[in-house]
């Protein structure tokens, strides 16, 4: 497909495939992954089962983030720049950050299946490499990686796990090596490493050198977002995410 330039791609190089999930910095790991030898961009925000069949057999790799700071970060970002789930769930921007992450935390629940509903209808049929992150006017250029079909059965989960497994979905299980977004730089040359995936000196210098990108605007840290209530609603919701990486409020 070429390179794009346009949005976070998923990434195939000859030792992997990087899969990009919305806030795991992905503006910062793309082009630095694009100096690799034979860097492809794949697609637009594509899930692992829409990988090209010659790419099946490669190592995945992907990003993992605290739950708790991926909401905080989410609910700063998508606001900003209007993502059209976000500007369905928060009522247009109206709803404070509790009630807006309450929402996105129970989605799966019945109280929500109106909203959900809503929200199914809105995303396009198919997302490809020209697929837009808000809301348009044109059915096919409003969304970023969320197909219709993806939101037919929503499970009773927090929308980070259930974004996390459908990115990286394989045969019902969560498939790929995963590094901590806490650690960023040394994950990205660990799992460079775990993939015998030799690192050009001008990729190693950009990585140390490069600052953060496409940060959301928002107070640092995360835990005087949460109220006891919320804080619990996210350990019980996305407890998947919490238990299998090891996460703690």
Known sequence: MGRAGCGIQVIATSTFVYIHTSRHAGQFIAPLLRM?????????????????????????????RNPWDFYVS?????RRKQQYVFQLISEAGTLDFKA?????????????????ERLRQRAPLMVNRWSAPFLRREPTRIAAGIERRDLAAFPDAGY?????????DRDGHLAG??????????????????TQTTVP????????????????????????YFDAELRQLVAIKDHYVIDRFGYEF
């Open 201 to 224: 000196e001008p990729m190693r210098r950009s990585l140390l050198e490069t600052p953060p990108k496409n940060v959301s605007p928002r107070e640092a840290g995360y835990r005087q």
């Open 36 to 64: 690799l030898p034979g860097a492809v961009d794949v697609g637009y925000h594509y899930p692992l089962r829409r990988l090209p069949r010659r790419y099946q057999a490669l190592p995945v790799i992907g990003f993992v």
């Open 177 to 194: 090596l995963f590094g901590r977004f806490e650690d960023l730089k040394s994950e990205l040359l660990r799992l460079m490493a775990e």
């Open 100 to 116: 807006t992450i309450k929402r996105f935390l129970t989605l799966g629940e019945a109280q929500n299946r109106r909203l959900l």
């Open 74 to 78: 989410l609910f700063h970002d998508y």
């Open 160 to 168: 980070y796990s259930w974004l996390l497994r459908r990115m990286h």
